[in-house]
C-alpha cells in the first residue's frame, strides 16, 4: 500500500463481509422453506426472504467495487483520493439505505420487481450516494500526474453502471415496459457494465500477481471490452422473446447472446495465459486462486451455463425455473463474488501489513465455498430439470411440483452448508488480518519491483 486514503477500501470490504454473511442466512431461510421448514414464514415470508437475499447480494458486491476502485485507483493514477472524508459520508450513508430497505421489505414496503425491489425515495439516495462516489473519484483521476487503461476502464464500467441505473426508475404501470426497462439494469449490468469492472479489477490483480507487463495485459482488455459490447447489448434480447415485445427479438436475442460466452472465456483464457506466462510468482498464491478461479468459474456459471437456456427454444420452456437460479447462482459467484473476494484476498496484506495469505485456512476458505457453490448449483440444476419437464412438459400444476422437487433441496442445503463453511473461514480469516495500519512496506519485494517496471510501461499515458 502506497498511499494512506486507500486504508479506507478496508471499511468498505468489511461492510461486504458483513453483508455476505447476512446473505447467506436468507439463503438458508429459503433452501430449507423449499424442503418445507418454513418456520420463520410470519415473520419474513419467501418473497421477503428472497428480495433480502438478492439485495443484500447486489450490496454486498457494490460495496467490494467500491472498496476495490478506492483500493486501485490510487495506486494507479500516482495520487491520494481526492477525499477520504466524502468516502467515509458516501460508505455511512450507504449503509444507512441498505438497512433501511431491508428493514422496510421485511413490513411489505417495496416494489416487488426482481432485482429493483428497492422503493423509489430509496432509488433516489442510491443516485446521490454513487454519484459521490463516482465525483470523488473522478476528481482523483482528473488532479492525478498520469491515466492507466486499467483505472479508465475501471471508471468508465462504474459509470455505465450508475447511468443504467436510471431506466429501471422510468415510470410506467404498463407490465411489458416495466419489463423491458428493467433488464436494462439487470441484464445490461451483469452482462455488459459489470464486466467492464470486472475486467478492469482482473487486470490490476493480474499486473500485480503475474508479473506480466502491463501493456500485454491492457492489450487483451481492448478485446475483452470489444466481445463484451458486441455481444452484451444486443444479447439484452434474450430477455424480450415472450414478454410482449416485437417477433424479431427472437432472432437478434438468439444470435447475439449465443455469442455472449466468448467474452467469457477470452477472460480465462487470458488470466490463464498471464499466469502461466508470468515469470516470477507472487507471494500471495490465495489471491491468484481467486483471481485464475474467477475467470475461469464465470466461464462456466455465465457463459456455458447461461448458453444452456439462452436459445428461445430452450427459453420457452425454462423461464423464470430453477434452471435460471442454477445459472444465477454460479454465474455471480464466478463472475463478481470471486472477484471480490480474489482483490480483498490480495489487498488484506497490503493494507494491514500481516501475511497471512497462504495458511490453511485461507485455502480451505477457497477450495470449501467453491466445491459447495459447485454442488449448489447441480442441486439447483437438478431440481431445475425436473421442475420444467413436471411443469411446463406434463403440465402438473405449480406447487404440486415444488413438492415433488423438494428432496433436492436437502441436496441444496448440504452443499450450501459445506459452502458457508468456506465463507465462514474466509470471513475468519479476515477479522485475523485485523485493522489496516498506516502506510506499510508493499508486502513482497518483487511486488515494488513490478510497480516500478510496470509504472513506467507503455500503457501508462503521461498527462500534464
Ligand atoms: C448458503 C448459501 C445459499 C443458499 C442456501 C441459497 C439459496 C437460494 C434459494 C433457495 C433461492 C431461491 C430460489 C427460488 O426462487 O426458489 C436463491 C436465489 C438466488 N440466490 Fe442464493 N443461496 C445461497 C447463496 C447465494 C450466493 C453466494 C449467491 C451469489 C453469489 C446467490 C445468488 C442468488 C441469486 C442470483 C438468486 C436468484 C436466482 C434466480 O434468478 O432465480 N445465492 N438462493
Ligand atoms: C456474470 C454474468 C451473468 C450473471 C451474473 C447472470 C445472472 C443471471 C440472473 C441472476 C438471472 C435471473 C434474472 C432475473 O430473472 O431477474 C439471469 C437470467 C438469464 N441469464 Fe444470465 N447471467 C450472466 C451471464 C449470462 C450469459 C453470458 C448468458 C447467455 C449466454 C446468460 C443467459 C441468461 C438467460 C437466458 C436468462 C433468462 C432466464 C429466464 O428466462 O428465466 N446469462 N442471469
Ligand atoms: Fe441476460
Same mark, same amino acid.
Given at each position: 500500500?502506497?498511499?494512506?486514503?486507500?486504508?479506507?477500501?478496508?471499511?468498505?470490504?468489511?461492510?461486504?463481509?458483513?453483508?455476505?454473511?447476512?446473505?447467506?442466512?436468507?439463503?438458508?431461510?429459503?433452501?430449507?422453506?423449499?424442503?418445507?421448514?418454513?418456520?420463520?414464514?410470519?415473520?419474513?415470508?419467501?418473497?421477503?426472504?428472497?428480495?433480502?437475499?438478492?439485495?443484500?447480494?447486489?450490496?454486498?458486491?457494490?460495496?467490494?467495487?467500491?472498496?476495490?476502485?478506492?483500493?486501485?485507483?490510487?495506486?494507479?493514477?500516482?495520487?491520494?483520493?481526492?477525499?477520504?472524508?466524502?468516502?467515509?459520508?458516501?460508505?455511512?450513508?450507504?449503509?444507512?439505505?441498505?438497512?433501511?430497505?431491508?428493514?422496510?421489505?421485511?413490513?411489505?414496503?417495496?416494489?416487488?420487481?426482481?432485482?429493483?425491489?428497492?422503493?423509489?425515495?430509496?432509488?433516489?439516495?442510491?443516485?446521490?450516494?454513487?454519484?459521490?462516489?463516482?465525483?470523488?473519484?473522478?476528481?482523483?483521476?482528473?488532479?492525478?500526474?498520469?491515466?492507466?487503461?486499467?483505472?479508465?476502464?475501471?471508471?468508465?464500467?462504474?459509470?455505465?453502471?450508475?447511468?443504467?441505473?436510471?431506466?429501471?426508475?422510468?415510470?410506467?404501470?404498463?407490465?411489458?415496459?416495466?419489463?423491458?426497462?428493467?433488464?436494462?439494469?439487470? @441484464?445490461?449490468?451483469?452482462? &455488459?457494465?459489470?464486466?467492464?469492472?470486472?475486467? *478492469? +479489477?482482473? !487486470? #490490476?490483480?493480474?499486473?500485480? $500477481? %503475474?508479473?506480466?507487463?502491463?501493456?500485454?495485459?491492457?492489450?487483451?482488455?481492448?478485446?475483452?471490452?470489444?466481445?463484451?459490447?458486441?455481444?452484451?447489448?444486443?444479447?439484452?434480447?434474450?430477455?424480450?422473446?415472450?414478454?410482449?415485445?416485437?417477433?424479431?427479438?427472437?432472432?437478434?436475442?438468439?444470435?447475439?447472446?449465443?455469442?455472449?460466452?466468448?467474452?467469457?472465456?477470452?477472460?480465462?483464457?487470458?488470466?490463464?495465459?498471464?499466469?502461466?506466462?508470468?515469470?516470477?510468482?507472487?507471494?500471495?498464491?490465495?489471491?491468484?486462486?481467486?483471481?485464475?478461479?474467477?475467470?475461469?468459474?464465470?466461464?462456466?456459471?455465465?457463459?456455458?451455463?447461461?448458453?444452456?437456456?439462452?436459445?428461445?427454444?430452450?427459453?420457452?420452456?425454462?423461464?423464470?425455473?430453477?434452471?435460471?437460479?442454477?445459472?444465477? @447462482?454460479?454465474?455471480?459467484? &464466478?463472475?463478481?463474488?470471486?472477484?471480490?473476494? *480474489? +482483490?480483498? !484476498? #490480495?489487498?488484506?496484506?497490503? $493494507? %494491514?501489513?500481516?501475511?497471512?495469505?497462504?495458511?490453511?485456512?485461507?485455502?480451505?476458505?477457497?477450495?470449501?465455498?467453491?466445491?459447495?457453490?459447485?454442488?449448489?448449483?447441480?442441486?439447483?440444476?437438478?431440481?431445475?430439470?425436473?421442475?420444467?419437464?413436471?411443469?411446463?412438459?406434463?403440465?402438473?400444476?405449480?406447487?404440486?411440483?415444488?413438492?415433488?422437487?423438494?428432496?433436492?433441496?436437502?441436496?441444496?442445503?448440504?452443499?450450501?452448508?459445506?459452502?458457508?463453511?468456506?465463507?465462514?473461514?474466509?470471513?475468519?480469516?479476515?477479522?485475523?488480518?485485523?485493522?489496516?495500519?498506516?502506510?506499510?512496506?508493499?508486502?513482497?519485494?518483487?511486488?515494488?519491483?513490478?510497480?516500478?517496471?510496470?509504472?513506467?510501461?507503455?500503457?501508462?499515458?503521461?498527462?500534464?
Amino acid at each position: 500500500m502506497r498511499y494512506e486514503s486507500q486504508r479506507i477500501a478496508y471499511w468498505f470490504f468489511a461492510t461486504s463481509m458483513l453483508l455476505l454473511a447476512l446473505q447467506i442466512v436468507y439463503g438458508f431461510l429459503m433452501g430449507f422453506a423449499h424442503i418445507g421448514f418454513d418456520v420463520l414464514h410470519e415473520i419474513i415470508p419467501f418473497h421477503v426472504a428472497r428480495a433480502t437475499h438478492l439485495n443484500l447480494l447486489v450490496v454486498w458486491l457494490l460495496c467490494g467495487f467500491m472498496g476495490a476502485t478506492y483500493y486501485i485507483v490510487p495506486e494507479e493514477v500516482g495520487r491520494e483520493l481526492h477525499s477520504v472524508k466524502a468516502a467515509w459520508v458516501q460508505l455511512v450513508s450507504l449503509v444507512v439505505v441498505g438497512v433501511v430497505a431491508v428493514l422496510g421489505f421485511h413490513f411489505q414496503w417495496w416494489e416487488g420487481r426482481k432485482f429493483l425491489e428497492i422503493p423509489r425515495p430509496l432509488d433516489w439516495l442510491v443516485v446521490v450516494n454513487v454519484l459521490l462516489f463516482l465525483g470523488n473519484i473522478a476528481l482523483t483521476m482528473w488532479k492525478a500526474p498520469r491515466m492507466t487503461t486499467t483505472s479508465c476502464v475501471l471508471f468508465f464500467g462504474l459509470l455505465m453502471a450508475a447511468l443504467l441505473y436510471l431506466p429501471g426508475m422510468i415510470p410506467t404501470d404498463h407490465q411489458t415496459l416495466d419489463s423491458y426497462w428493467r433488464w436494462w439494469v439487470v @441484464h445490461l449490468w451483469v452482462e &455488459g457494465v459489470w464486466e467492464l469492472i470486472m475486467g *478492469g +479489477i482482473l !487486470a #490490476y490483480l493480474l499486473i500485480k $500477481l %503475474t508479473g506480466v507487463d502491463r501493456e500485454v495485459i491492457e492489450k487483451w482488455l481492448y478485446v475483452i471490452v470489444g466481445l463484451t459490447f458486441l455481444s452484451g447489448i444486443l444479447g439484452t434480447g434474450h430477455h424480450y422473446y415472450y414478454i410482449g415485445t416485437p417477433r424479431y427479438w427472437l432472432l437478434i436475442g438468439g444470435i447475439f447472446s449465443a455469442l455472449e460466452p466468448l467474452a467469457f472465456l477470452g477472460m480465462a483464457i487470458y488470466a490463464i495465459a498471464m499466469a502461466r506466462r508470468g515469470g516470477r510468482a507472487h507471494a500471495n498464491r490465495n489471491a491468484l486462486s481467486w483471481t485464475i478461479g474467477c475467470s475461469v468459474m464465470s466461464f462456466v456459471g455465465a457463459g456455458f451455463l447461461g448458453f444452456a437456456h439462452t436459445l428461445p427454444q430452450v427459453n420457452m420452456y425454462t423461464h423464470g425455473t430453477l434452471v435460471t437460479a442454477m445459472h444465477g @447462482h454460479m454465474a455471480f459467484w &464466478g463472475a463478481y463474488a470471486m472477484l471480490v473476494l *480474489g +482483490i480483498v !484476498a #490480495y489487498a488484506m496484506p497490503q $493494507l %494491514t501489513g500481516r501475511k497471512l495469505h497462504d495458511t490453511p485456512l485461507s485455502a480451505y476458505a477457497f477450495w470449501a465455498s467453491n466445491i459447495g457453490m459447485v454442488a449448489m448449483t447441480v442441486a439447483f440444476g437438478v431440481a431445475g430439470v425436473a421442475q420444467v419437464y413436471l411443469e411446463r412438459k406434463m403440465g402438473l400444476d405449480f406447487l404440486q411440483v415444488q413438492e415433488e422437487i423438494a428432496v433436492h433441496f436437502v441436496g441444496l442445503v448440504l452443499a450450501a452448508a459445506l459452502f458457508a463453511s468456506g465463507i465462514a473461514a474466509y470471513i475468519v480469516q479476515f477479522v485475523r488480518y485485523g485493522l489496516p495500519v498506516g502506510v506499510v512496506q508493499p508486502a513482497h519485494e518483487a511486488e515494488i519491483a513490478s510497480t516500478l517496471a510496470t509504472d513506467g510501461g507503455v500503457g501508462t499515458a503521461a498527462r500534464g
